[in-house]
């Protein structure tokens, strides 16, 4: 038996595992006590993550779809097939899907497959769909889209503001440092319209309705400058556009009584958020996607920015903005380029000199036009209204039919394609979808990196090999390029190769390499030469901005795109569960995990409830204008009234059924957390 170090294959915070090795096999997980983000703690996920690699429903062989059905083929006939097909289509015509499940070399290899093989900037990953908000507001308030601080910096707050972000179920080992800071005397605020394991360990909850960030956050600030907590120096010497927020915020729609008023928080309890706010330093502020997921999402991230820079937050230690990712490689995939608008190192692909760098670290004369590609919600849209400017589509890892909202659209948008590959580890709901299922391996038979959600870039290691013909991702597309004549940009003979490149082309990652990141601490980006340590800190000194400074945003409170009516009464709200993740293709396949939690449940409130009739663990229908499931109920006194909750995971009353497709219109993120609904006993049905 052997002992292989990786990283976890779920949440973005990156904690570190042995992973046994017996006989060929993945016999368990052990802790590793060296790494210094969980110290050898695990979450349950994390401690049975090995149980899912060795599932009967692994994908072995390449599948074609012949006559509506799926019959084994050989690598050469089906990437045969995929070369022709997808030689067949225009750069417009074509899309690819990348993955935050996937390691940093698989994404930076597909999306230089989309611009030196088939000329598009069509390309994208799941980021849409939790923190595009984030990449989108962040980058125009600091020049940086991503986590300002570290998990460490966490235990050495003292106010902590979280506010759209279950950290204890979603992040555990996050929520670990939570519980560390407040031993030490940290004031914790949450602010969440559930009473989720993290507000109970809060000392203030600020149980908000859906869709009410902005106005809560507009109040906090009026409140911290009515009473002069404002730090007035940072803002005169870091900051610009401070006059056109504070001129928002005095208006009467931000009063106390008005924001109160507005999100059903207690006046007092907005007061009280406030001077701790205001007056205790350092002070941080973590979210997560009950910020994002909002067609306001850009907002509210926004505001977030505006909070933090008005006390003088950030670029400290114990402070600074703090988005948590919700899949293992998100903020990877994001530096990595799997996006329409940018390269690797968000170099644009509209900037001439961003377009001259890749094209001599690619060795490549054409890299398709100088134009943003679409966003993947777009392209979902576009494939549903059957337009059919899209006809093909690649997908590596990911599940739209469970993880996009709107299903029903969803499914029409794929049946509308003329041509589709899955390139995945189990048969899922999309990949049935498919005309071509290439196997992959899965995170413990490849080597690779992934990028945490505090910038650290962390080693994956090779433990056991695929099951059957599966192959890593990055071979799949390196092969895929080679036969359709790149193989001098595609002539890649180990993942090391392929970061020796990544480093190349991305400033941010330049001094990085796989010897320095042999150590369990790693390195965190920006790390721009070979003996440079990594950054923990973003800002200390200057904003990433182009003039330094950090840019305040006036912004108003707007209500989500639908809110409850007398047809539908309720506002859905999704997460997840602390025993799965995501859509549930692997969490659900870990017997021990599945064994605890086997199906969805929505929350309604204990008087809601009463109203209806409804009883704890009564099957009801849940509804909005888009579908309908049959789903258990959970009735209880830990939810806010006229609000009801669904987690995604569970395809037998898959929530995205009923959430609703509208979008922010910058970072064209859906609005998974706030939709109507009502809720009916099932009459029989």
């Excluded at 017996?22 to 996920?45: D, F, S, T, Y």
């Excluded at 009026?222 to 730090?231: A, C, F, S, T």
């Excluded at 990595?336 to 968000?346: F, I, K, W």
């Excluded at 003329?418 to 490849?446: C, G, H, R, W």
Aim: include cysteine; glycine fraction near 10%; charge should be negative.
């Amino acid at each position: 038996m052997k002992f292989v170090p990786t990283t976890c294959p779920y949440c973005g915070v990156g904690c570190g595992l042995n992973l046994v090795v017996g006989g060929g096999r993945v016999m368990g997980v052990e802790p590793w006590q060296a790494h210094p983000i969980n110290e050898g703690k695990l979450c349950q996920k994390g401690r049975y993550s090995h149980q899912f690699i060795q599932s009967r429903d692994r994908l072995t062989t390449p599948l074609i779809k012949r006559d509506g059905a799926f019959v084994p083929s050989s690598w050469e006939e089906a990437l045969g097939l995929v070369a022709e097909r997808l030689s067949a289509y225009g750069p417009e015509e074509i899309f690819f899907l990348a993955s935050a499940k996937a390691t940093n070399e698989e994404n930076y290899l597909m999306q230089k497959f989309a611009r030196v093989v088939a000329k598009t900037n069509n390309v994208d990953h799941c980021a849409r769909l939790c923190h595009s908000s984030t990449v989108s507001a962040l980058s125009e308030v600091f020049g940086s889209g991503a986590m300002t601080n570290s998990i460490f910096d966490i235990e050495e707050s003292r106010c902590i503001f979280v506010i759209g972000s279950n950290a204890f179920e979603q992040h555990p080992l996050i929520g670990r440092r939570l519980v560390i800071a407040k031993k030490r005397g940290a004031k914790i605020i949450c602010a969440d319209p559930r009473l989720t394991p993290t507000a109970k360990a809060a000392d203030l909850h600020l149980p908000l309705r859906p869709g009410t960030d902005v106005a809560l956050l507009n109040g906090l600030i009026r409140e911290i400058i009515k009473n002069g907590w404002e730090d007035r120096d940072f803002i005169e010497e870091r900051t610009r556009g401070f006059g056109s927020v504070l001129e928002t915020v005095n208006k009467g729609a931000y009063s106390l009584e008005n924001a109160a008023e507005i999100t059903g928080v207690h006046a007092s309890d907005i007061e009280r958020a406030a001077e701790w706010i205001g007056t205790i330093k350092p002070a941080s502020l973590i979210y997560s996607m009950g910020v994002t997921q909002h067609t306001t999402g850009v907002d509210n991230v926004l505001s977030i920015a505006n909070l933090m820079m008005l006390t003088g937050n950030v670029g400290k230690p114990g402070s600074g903005v703090n988005p948590l990712r919700g899949q293992n490689n998100v903020q990877g995939a994001c530096d990595m380029g799997a996006l329409p608008n940018v390269y690797s190192g968000y170099q644009r692909v509209t900037d001439e000199g961003s377009r001259e760098r890749m094209r001599g670290v690619w060795g490549a004369g054409d890299i398709g036009d100088p134009k943003a590609g679409i966003a993947s919600t777009e392209m979902m849209k576009i494939l549903a209204e059957g337009a059919g400017r899209i006809k093909c589509l690649y997908l590596m890892g990911e599940n739209p039919m469970m993880t996009d909202p709107d299903l029903a659209r969803v499914k029409k948008a794929l049946e509308n394609l003329e041509f589709m590959v899955s390139q995945e580890i189990f048969m899922t709901e999309t990949a049935e979808l498919a005309d071509v299922v290439l196997p992959a391996a899965s995170f413990a038979e490849k080597d690779g990196t992934h990028t945490n959600t505090d910038r650290r870039v962390q080693r994956l290691r090779k433990a056991v090999d695929p099951p059957g013909e599966a192959r890593p991702d990055w071979r799949i597309i390196s092969d895929l390029a080679v036969l359709m004549g790149y193989e001098k940009e595609f002539s890649f003979g180990s993942e090391e190769e392929i970061f020796e490149e990544i480093a190349r082309a991305t400033p941010s990652y330049a001094g990085m390499s796989y010897r320095r990141l042999e150590e369990p601490h790693a390195l965190q980006w920006p790390c721009p030469a070979p003996h440079h340590p990594g950054t923990p800190i973003l800002h200390r000194e200057r904003f990433a901005t182009q003039d330094g400074l950090g840019v305040f945003s006036a912004v108003e409170w707007r209500p989500p795109a639908e809110v409850p009516t007398g047809d539908y009464p309720f506002i859905l709200t999704t997460g997840r569960s602390l025993w799965h993740w995501h859509a549930g293709s692997m969490t659900r396949r870990s017997e021990s995990l599945d064994t605890e939690v086997k199906t969805g449940w929505v929350e309604i409130s204990e008087m809601d409830a009463r109203e209806m009739g409804i009883e704890d663990g009564e099957v009801v229908l849940v509804s909005s204008r888009r579908g309908e499931i049959a789903v258990p109920a959970r009735v209880t006194g830990e939810i806010k009234e006229g609000v009801v909750f669904i987690p995604f995971h569970f395809r037998e009353c898959p929530a995205n059924l009923l959430t609703n497709g509208a979008l922010d219109p910058v970072s064209k993120i859906p609005e998974f957390k706030a939709c109507a609904v009502k809720v009916e006993k099932m009459r029989g049905r």
